[in-house]
């Protein structure tokens, strides 16, 4: 899997050893355990899915930017996938997951896996985590047509979101902000399920 995703453009070494590292089979079910490490993405019950390793890698490789991230703030827990190869590239990562049954089941994961720097909560992800913000950068792993105005209020000046954009047709977009404005940049074409508001307690 590694040699193809450095095949497929991913060049920062640091995300590509900790997707050598984590196993994705483990959060996945069993049944589809021998497709885990392909790359496409599956489902996770909840209506969810795990995004490919590529979709993994990419995205994270944006987030880092060759830099040391100190708190990071996820939105989309799922499976925790990709939220334990964020746990293995920064200090801090904040984790908000809408369907409580799902995070249950991610929480039991992650903590078997003795990650210690993860921080789950269930919650709307439209709101963020105000109470622990600024954050050095945010990712999103649901599509929106637009960004929620209070995620934009919790980026630190200097950081940076990555995350899905577009309603039928959907592009990876990244936003970075100065001590001014925000700065958007369109990327590649992407497929991610919707972002949606409110919880999911059962």
Known sequence: ?????????????????????IPRHVFIEEALASRAYDDFSLPINYG?????????????????????????LEIGTGCGYHTAVL???????????????????????????????????????????????????IIMTA???????????????????VFPKGSRKQHLCLIERDSKSFTETVLEEVNFVPMLSGVVRR
């Open 1 to 21: 899997m590694v040699e193809r995703l450095r095949s497929q453009g991913i060049v920062d070494e640091k995300v590509l050893s900790v997707m050598g590292a």
């Open 48 to 72: 969810q899915t795990i995004s490919s390793p590529w979709i993994v890698a990419r995205m994270s490789e944006l987030l880092l930017a060759n830099t040391d991230l100190d708190k990071i």
């Open 87 to 137: 746990s293995r590239l920064v200090r801090e990562v904040y984790s908000l997951e809408r369907i409580g049954p799902l995070l249950t089941n991610t929480r039991i994961r992650l903590h078997k896996m003795q990650i210690n720097n993860i921080h789950l909560k269930h919650a709307d992800g439209f709101h963020g985590f105000s109470e622990v913000a600024p954050f050095d950068a």
């Open 143 to 161: 599509v929106t047509a637009h960004v929620p105005s209070l995620l934009l209020e919790q980026l630190a000046v200097g950081g940076r979101m």
